[in-house]
């Protein structure tokens, strides 16, 4: 792909998006991701490795690109991930998703809610709510527009990665873009 075709991000990102590490981090790193993706379930465990091994070098950033036509149970998990954000518990419920994509009902979403300590009336006004939707459409929308087609799919520094996500793939990759950034590499 020559340097004309590299998409890039056409929702910037910003204090809307569920991050972690510094907004000052050499490198961003964008997935986009469906909560009962099987390789989004595959890449989950990788990040968390890729995320501990740069540290305050990297932020991860997650949006929701649910695959409703495949996969039936993404938007109602997208949807339960946006509430807990707004109890303050994304990155717990992202972390029970994946941990337990096989089970995805809506009686599991609501029992992984009450373990987060969000009641049940809170969780379907959540879920329900218009905001929590137009949230999850407009990283959907962000993704069409930035030309995701399938999940996961990354963006480091704000150009679409279409390398391989296997931890030393990717550790490579973010050195690279490390490097363009004027820092110092990781330790292998």
Same mark, same amino acid.
């Given at each position: 792909? &020559?340097?004309? =075709? %590299?998409?890039?991000?056409?929702?910037?990102?910003?204090?809307?998006?569920?991050?972690?590490?510094?907004?000052?981090?050499? %490198?961003?790193l964008?997935?986009?991701?469906?909560? =009962?993706?099987?390789?989004?379930?595959?890449?989950?465990?990788?990040?968390?490795?890729?995320r501990?091994?740069?540290?305050?070098?990297?932020?991860?950033?997650?949006? &929701?690109? #649910?695959?409703?036509?495949?996969?039936?149970?993404?938007?109602?998990?997208?949807? %339960?991930?946006?509430?807990?954000?707004?109890? @303050?518990?994304?990155?717990? $419920?992202?972390?029970?998703?994946?941990?337990?994509?096989?089970? $995805?009902?809506? *009686?599991?979403?609501?029992?992984?809610?009450?373990?987060? @300590?969000?009641?049940? =009336?809170?969780?379907?006004?959540?879920?329900?709510?218009?905001d929590?939707?137009?949230?999850?459409?407009?990283?959907? $929308?962000? @993704?069409?527009?930035?030309?995701?087609?399938?999940?996961?799919?990354?963006?480091?520094?704000?150009?679409?990665?279409?390398?391989?996500?296997?931890?030393?793939?990717?550790?490579?990759?973010?050195?690279?873009?490390?490097?363009? *950034? @004027? =820092? #110092?590499?990781?330790?292998?």
């Amino acid at each position: 792909m &020559n340097r004309s =075709e %590299v998409r890039h991000l056409k929702l910037p990102v910003g204090d809307r998006d569920h991050a972690q590490g510094p907004p000052d981090a050499p %490198v961003t790193l964008v997935e986009y991701g469906d909560y =009962e993706c099987p390789f989004c379930a595959q890449a989950y465990p990788i990040l968390k490795n890729v995320r501990k091994h740069f540290g305050t070098r990297l932020r991860f950033v997650y949006r &929701n690109f #649910p695959l409703s036509e495949i996969h039936p149970r993404a938007t109602p998990a997208a949807l %339960v991930a946006e509430t807990a954000a707004l109890h @303050g518990k994304f990155w717990e $419920m992202h972390d029970l998703l994946f941990d337990h994509q096989e089970r $995805m009902s809506d *009686a599991d979403l609501a029992k992984y809610a009450a373990q987060l @300590g969000i009641g049940s =009336e809170a969780f379907l006004e959540g879920i329900q709510s218009e905001d929590v939707g137009r949230r999850v459409q407009e990283d959907f $929308m962000g @993704g069409v527009r930035s030309g995701v087609n399938g999940t996961p799919t990354f963006f480091l520094n704000g150009a679409r990665y279409d390398g391989s996500w296997y931890y030393a793939d990717l550790v490579a990759a973010i050195d690279a873009a490390i490097r363009v *950034a @004027g =820092e #110092p590499l990781s330790q292998h």
